[in-house]
């Protein structure tokens, strides 16, 4: 009895609680008819815009390297971070004269075997004792360089795993071991001057230097002697036979040091400096050489300035007797004064290869009755320049015979004694 009664009980609150879940199920199926008949947003649009507001703007494929998209070597897999840490990048070739794709210079193993390869030419390696090396054979193992507008490198790694290829890549620069030695092309350059201006150029360069006025002059010194070079910006230097010359592309310059003109500026002279190989640069700034404080005190040589024609003088300078003629140059020495009379003479002293005063004889000229012997003085950098103007003495042969007659007269009376 006992036990019909509690299964009558049992039964009867499971019919309670099936009740009660009826409900709570026809509660739910209520809300979410309520909530699907609400408006949604499309899913597709939703996601959309969300992916919209955290897309990460695209960078060109040159500017890869730099800014948010620089690669890291480390974040690669770890064969080919081995790679990026005994690949070694010493510099690549960045002279205006190369003629075929840019050579890039490596080093493996911490600088102990280096090599060169073009721009993105295929470069195998090969496992040793010491670590990785050259090889030119073809390997299972590869590198790619890819010179980047930024100036940095792209390293594209490859290698034969199992019959699949593996690939990874990384951003590597110049190391800066590579530095341009001391030798002589540097040692010129660094002990020359520059000249902004050329006052002898300016007054007396004619047609044939015609356009030289804005040039800027590269003075520097060899073991033999002084020379200059007149150049403008952007302009090529080669230095061939001891001493940097003028050049353009159009002329024979690989394989020896090259310099290209940055910048003229009012103090100084700005070079990028190459070696023979290319490798490595560097940027020389030449200052402008000083004035003399002091103007150009003009001690007049010319004595017994006599006239000799309408276009011809003589005069004394020191001991010696000189005749000029208009147009001629002379020169000072610690000996004295001597005519540049020789157009090779002239062409040294234009080319600053040989360095003195020099006076040009530009006229005669006619004043009040009076003759002048005009020129015009140039100190030794030709910076400075001044006019001269001297009197020329002249005497009347009416004169001259007069004071023959007065002479000769008392002797002549004598005589017809």
């Excluded at 992916?51 to 890291?72: D, K, M, T, W």
């Excluded at 002549?412 to 004694?417: D, I, N, Q, S, Y």
Aim: proline share 4%.
């Amino acid at each position: 009895m006992i036990f019909l009664l509690s299964t009558k009980c049992s039964i009867h609150c499971l019919f309670n609680y099936c009740i009660m879940g009826v409900c709570a199920c026809f509660v739910l199926l209520s809300s979410g008819l309520f909530f699907f008949s609400c408006p949604l947003p499309d899913l597709k649009v939703r996601l959309i815009e969300e992916v919209s507001q955290a897309r990460i703007p695209l960078h060109p494929y040159e500017l890869i390297g730099s800014s948010a998209l620089a690669l890291n070597e480390y974040h690669t897999s770890s064969w080919a971070r081995r790679i990026a840490n005994e690949l070694l990048v010493l510099g690549y070739n960045t002279r205006p004269d190369q003629q075929s794709s840019v050579v890039i210079a490596f080093s493996l193993n911490k600088g102990k075997k280096s090599f060169t390869a073009k721009n993105e030419e295929l470069i195998f390696l090969e496992e040793s004792k010491e670590g990785l090396a050259y090889s030119e054979k073809k390997t299972a193992l590869w590198i790619q360089p890819i010179l980047l507008t930024n100036g940095a490198i792209l390293i594209k790694v490859s290698r034969q795993f199992h019959s699949t290829e593996q690939n990874a890549e990384f951003i590597s620069s110049s190391s800066g071991l590579l530095q341009m030695s001391n030798d002589d092309f540097m040692q010129q350059l660094q002990n020359s001057s520059y000249l902004s201006f050329d006052l002898l150029i300016q007054h007396y360069g004619g047609p044939r230097f015609a356009g030289w006025e804005e040039k800027g002059t590269l003075k520097c010194m060899n073991q033999m002697q002084s020379y200059a070079c007149f150049v403008s910006e952007a302009d090529l230097l080669v230095f061939k036979d001891q001493r940097w010359q003028v050049a353009s592309l159009a002329t024979k310059t690989q394989g020896l040091p090259l310099a290209r003109v940055k910048k003229l500026l009012p103090q100084q002279m700005q070079l990028e400096v190459w070696d023979e190989k290319g490798f490595c640069s560097s940027l020389i700034e030449i200052p402008l050489q000083k004035k003399n404080s002091k103007r150009t005190k003009i001690e007049i040589p010319f004595t017994k300035i006599r006239m000799r024609s309408s276009t011809q003088i003589s005069c004394s300078l020191g001991k010696k007797r000189f005749f000029l003629k208009q147009g001629d140059w002379l020169f000072k020495t610690p000996s004295g004064w001597y005519r540049l009379d020789k157009p090779r003479d002239i062409e040294d002293y234009v080319y600053h290869r040989l360095i003195a005063e020099v006076f040009i004889f530009d006229a005669i000229v006619k004043e009040k009755g009076c003759c002048f012997m005009k020129g015009t003085l140039f100190d030794e950098t030709r910076m400075q320049m001044q006019q001269v103007q001297l009197p020329i003495q002249t005497e009347k042969k009416e004169t001259k015979m007069r004071k023959k007659l007065f002479l000769l007269s008392p002797f002549t009376l004598k005589g017809c004694l």
